[in-house]
C-alpha cells in the first residue's frame, strides 16, 4: 500500500468511527451555547458604537473602525463554524478552531473600550464592551478544553492507525 493509500484508509478508518466508538464531548453543546451568546453580546454591544461622534483624527477613527470589522469578520466565520459542529456528529477541530479565534479576536477588541471611553465619551458603553470582551475570554477557555481533548482524541486515533498499518 503506498503512503497516501495508507494515509486515506487511516482518515476513512477514523471517520467511520464517528458513532459508537467515536468519544463524546459532554461539554460541547453548552461551550457553544456560550460562544454564541458571546458573540451576539459582543455584536450588540459594538452595534452602539458610534465612530463618527470620536474627537479623534480620521485615521484613527478608521484604523478602530476597521479593527472592528476585522473582527465581526471573523465572528461570523466563527458563527458559520458553530452552524456546522451543532450538525455535526464529531466535532472538527478546524470548525472549533474558528470558533476559538473569533472568541479570541472578540476578547482582544475589547481594548478598543478604552478609546470607546478617551475618544467617544461613553463610559457606559466602554465598560459593556470590557464586559462582553472578558464573557468572550471567559467562553474561550471551555472551547480550548473540548479543542484540546479533541485534539488529543485524534492524535490517538492516528497513533493506532499507524501502528495497525504495515511500515512501507
Not at 468511527?17 to 451576539?40: H, I, K, M, N, Q
Not at 478608521?62 to 472592528?68: M, N, P, R
Not at 469578520?73 to 470558533?99: H, M, N, W, Y
Request: glycine share 8%; with cysteine; proline share 6%.
Amino acid at each position: 500500500m503506498t503512503v497516501v493509500g495508507l494515509a486515506w484508509a487511516c482518515l476513512a478508518a477514523a471517520a467511520s468511527a464517528s458513532t459508537p466508538s467515536a468519544p463524546s464531548y459532554p461539554g460541547l453543546g453548552p461551550a457553544l451555547d456560550g460562544a454564541e451568546a458571546a458573540f451576539g453580546q459582543f455584536e450588540e454591544t459594538t452595534g452602539r458604537i458610534d465612530f463618527h461622534l470620536w474627537k479623534a483624527p480620521e485615521s484613527l477613527v478608521a484604523a478602530a473602525s476597521g479593527s472592528l470589522e476585522r473582527t465581526l469578520k471573523q465572528i461570523q466565520s466563527g458563527r458559520v463554524a458553530l452552524g456546522i459542529l451543532r450538525k455535526s456528529e464529531r466535532p472538527s477541530p478546524v470548525d472549533l478552531f474558528l470558533v476559538l479565534e473569533a472568541l479570541h479576536a472578540a476578547a482582544v477588541a475589547g481594548n478598543l473600550g478604552q478609546d470607546v471611553s478617551r475618544l467617544g465619551g461613553n463610559e457606559k458603553l466602554a465598560a459593556e464592551l470590557l464586559s462582553a470582551a472578558e464573557n468572550a475570554n471567559h467562553k474561550a477557555q471551555a472551547v480550548k478544553s473540548i479543542f484540546s481533548t479533541l485534539l488529543l482524541d485524534r492524535e490517538r486515533d492516528l497513533a493506532q492507525c499507524r501502528a495497525a498499518s504495515p511500515p512501507p
